[in-house]
């Protein structure tokens, strides 16, 4: 049985830090490529980072050199270290799963809210 479960999500004021972490099980962990992704209220998902079971990593614009994604494929988990964080920032954030070479991401944790305000 396939589980993401996300943890770390909260309220921060601006300028702040947040680690993102989600635990996976039930799949072959290093042969997925592993992304986090925001919904804001009212908008749809977002990717935000992925990584590759090698480590390559890919960051939306927006939150380069301010947010680095990593994963330990020991331990099967990802991590997303959100630093500088702005009131943009603010979502519920979606760890997802998907094969190395495929293009939909399959399997999805519940999701853990960020909350960034004074």
């Known amino acids: 049985q396939v589980q993401l479960v996300e943890s770390g999500g909260g309220l921060v004021q601006p300028g702040g830090s947040l680690r993102l972490s989600c635990a996976a099980s039930?799949?072959?962990?290093?042969?997925?490529?592993m992304a986090w992704f925001l919904q804001a209220p009212g908008e749809g998902r977002e990717v935000v980072a992925s990584?590759?079971?090698?480590?390559?990593?890919y960051l939306v614009d927006s939150v380069k050199g301010r947010f680095t994604i990593s994963r330990d494929n020991v331990k099967k988990m990802v991590f997303l270290q959100m630093n500088s964080l702005k009131a943009d920032d603010t979502a519920v954030y979606y760890c997802?799963?998907?094969?190395?070479?495929?293009?939909?991401?399959?399997?999805w944790g519940q999701g853990t809210q960020v909350t960034v305000s004074s």
């Open positions: 997802a799963s998907r094969p190395t070479g495929g293009s939909v991401y399959d399997f």
């Open positions: 039930g799949f072959a962990f290093s042969d997925f490529v």
């Open positions: 990584i590759n079971g090698g480590g390559t990593t």
